[in-house]
T-cell receptor, first 117, second 113 residues
Framework: AQKVTQAQTEISVVEKEDVTLDCVYE???????LFWYKQPPSGELVFLIR??????QNEISGRYSWNFQKSTSSFNFTITASQVVDSAVYFC??????????????FGKGTLLTVNP | ETGVTQSPTHLIKTRGQQVTLRCSSQ?????VSWYQQALGQGPQFIFQ???????GRGNFPPRFSGLQFPNYSSELNVNALELDDSALYLC????????????FGPGTRLLVL
């Protein structure tokens, strides 16, 4: 069964600090997708990034970057020069085929990031 | 904003009642997935609808049921409400049931008393 672990329950940083959110996953499939979503206090889950299991190239998009390592089943997410508006709960999610054509998302428990001014 | 809308935004029910939650998918999306998010937890997959058929289901009892309409909007129905059904219910739409990014609506907060 697929599983996502976010060991950090809460992180608190001061504005402009860099912060890395950790994610470790378990899956038996060779084809899967990994996501990061942001959930501000309003409740809506906002899509941030997605990687597929065949592409381990790490990228940077603005202040966001991610480190995908299949060897350690990790998909870590870094925010550079954090801002107060980055304060939210961040979820790592794994998507794989659910026995048919359905790809469901399995989420971790989330990491609450607080960026203080 | 994703273009996924949900109604109502908040709802209070009593134990044993029935509730219907609604979701309009993003334009061009034909797949809707529903998730339940308890306080302090990550969302849990309830089921997915693709082209008006249920296309996968999570570990939820049959009193959780759904529908998808020809315009790809969807309903989540919960019968015989229990206190533990209190949660944020999230709808997500995507272009196709497989491998596609799911875009979420703002959710419906359900409180069962």
């Amino acid at each position: 069964a697929q599983k996502v672990t976010q060991a950090q329950t809460e992180i608190s940083v001061v504005e402009k600090e860099d912060v890395t959110l950790d994610c470790v996953y378990e899956t038996r499939d060779t084809t899967y997708y990994l996501f990061w979503y942001k959930q501000p206090p309003s409740g809506e889950l906002v899509f941030l990034i997605r990687r597929n299991s065949f592409d381990e190239q790490n990228e940077i998009s603005g202040r966001y970057s991610w480190n995908f390592q299949k060897s350690t089943s990790s998909f870590n997410f870094t925010i550079t020069a954090s801002q107060v508006v980055d304060s939210a709960v961040y979820f790592c999610a794994l998507s794989e085929a659910d026995g048919g054509s359905n790809y469901k998302l399995t989420f971790g428990k989330g990491t609450l990031l607080t960026v203080n001014p | 904003e994703t273009g996924v809308t949900q109604s109502p935004t908040h709802l209070i029910k009593t134990r044993g009642q029935q509730v219907t939650l609604r979701c309009s998918s993003q334009s061009g999306h034909n797949t809707v997935s529903w998730y339940q998010q308890a306080l302090g937890q990550g969302p849990q997959f309830i089921f997915q609808y693709y082209r008006e058929e249920e296309n996968g289901r999570g570990n939820f009892p049959p009193r959780f049921s759904g529908l998808q309409f020809p315009n790809y909007s969807s309903e989540l129905n919960v019968n015989a409400l229990e206190l533990d059904d209190s949660a944020l219910y999230l709808c997500a739409s995507s272009w196709g049931p497989s491998r596609e990014t799911q875009y979420f609506g703002p959710g419906t907060r359900l409180l069962v008393l």
